[in-house]
């Protein structure tokens, strides 16, 4: 079993900067791939990035790339996104998952899923 807790989250002026964690517990949460998704209000959740559980592959949406960046401390067992040129559109519940697979983690397909955060970019 794998838990995972989202923090970071607020509201930032567009064009900010704002750095989510997820921190996971549990006895393989340091093998996991994990990513990251948002669900923007009467939207549909999206794929925002994902991270292979030793940091060698990653993936982003073409809306993120340039601006987001995805890491892992394994140390730590956290995950990070660095969120740059934060843009209104940004705003959303953002949800971090883990999964041994960085193809389900990606595909929002996860065993595991946090409670995710609010991110709110103001115009």
């Known amino acids: 079993q794998v838990q995972l807790v989202e923090s970071g989250g607020g509201l930032v002026q567009a064009g900010g900067s704002l750095r989510l964690s997820c921190a996971a517990s549990g006895r393989t949460g340091s093998s996991k791939a994990m990513g990251w998704f948002r669900q923007a209000p009467g939207k549909e959740r999206e794929f925002v990035a994902a991270?292979?559980?030793?940091?060698?592959?990653?993936y982003y949406a073409d809306s993120v790339k340039g601006r987001f960046t995805i890491s892992r401390d394994g140390t730590k067992n956290t995950v990070y996104l660095q969120m740059n040129s934060l843009e209104p559109e940004d705003t959303a519940v953002y949800y971090c998952?883990?999964?041994?697979?960085?193809?389900?983690?990606?595909?929002?397909?996860?065993?595991?899923w946090g409670q995710g955060t609010q991110v709110t970019v103001a115009s």
């Open positions: 998952n883990a999964d041994s697979l960085i193809s389900n983690s990606r595909a929002g397909r996860a065993d595991y």
């Open positions: 991270i292979s559980w030793n940091g060698a592959i990653i």
